[in-house]
């Protein structure tokens, strides 16, 4: 083979190991104190977030998966926001995970989340419309309908992760966690 066709089957053959490699590591289970991958989104206030990114402080995300899973997601954000007004050492935002089918009514799909949640609130609520599987298999969810908790550390990496329905004893523990991130400003 001639070196220069030589030199191209290499280049290709290393590409596609790469590429591979990639996706693999993409489908990876995330553990904490692994780097978050960045979310690039819009609020329902229409504000471009990514996150992490340029937070400088703890971020909690309140992913939703499915419809099913609206309720839940709303006792966990308003329980948030109400101590977010007085402690605001912590971000947070509310995921929900619409995935690629929900695209091509995405306008309408936002539309009806913003009609449905108080303006103070909207620049708070990141709707993303892709995706959905590949989250659920990097937060490892097994049952799509429970609400799943992330907190990220100032530095963007995964401090602290849960799934499951709102209640006292979860809240409790989800805030001493917050409250201990944004004091030592990393992974606990």
């Known amino acids: 083979m001639h070196p220069h066709r030589l030199r191209i089957a290499l280049s290709a053959a290393l590409l596609l190991f790469v590429v591979a490699i990639a996706h693999a590591g993409a489908e990876a289970r995330l553990r904490v104190g692994d780097a ?14 990514i996150v992490p990114g340029g937070h400088h402080r703890p971020v909690l995300l309140l992913m ?4 099913d899973s609206r309720d839940d997601v709303k006792k966990w954000t308003t329980q948030v926001h109400q101590v977010w007004r007085a402690d605001s ?9 619409v995935g690629s089918g929900g695209r091509l009514f995405a306008g309408m799909i936002t539309g009806s989340m913003r009609g449905g949640t108080p303006a103070d609130l909207q620049a708070h609520v990141m709707p993303l419309y892709r995706d959905a599987g590949l989250w659920q298999k990097r937060l490892g969810l097994d049952h799509p309908k429970q ?13 602290w992760q849960s799934s499951g329905p709102y209640s006292e004893t979860s809240w409790k523990d989800l805030y001493s966690v917050l409250r ?5 400003g990393g992974v606990r």
């Open 180 to 184: 201990a991130v944004s004091q030592t």
């Open 147 to 159: 609400t799943v908790l992330v907190v990220l550390d100032s530095g963007g990496r995964l401090a």
């Open 64 to 67: 939703g998966f499915v419809k």
């Open 36 to 49: 978050f991958p960045a979310i690039a989104a819009r609020t329902l206030d229409d504000r471009a977030v």
């Open 89 to 97: 050492s912590f971000d947070f935002f509310e995921m929900p995970m």
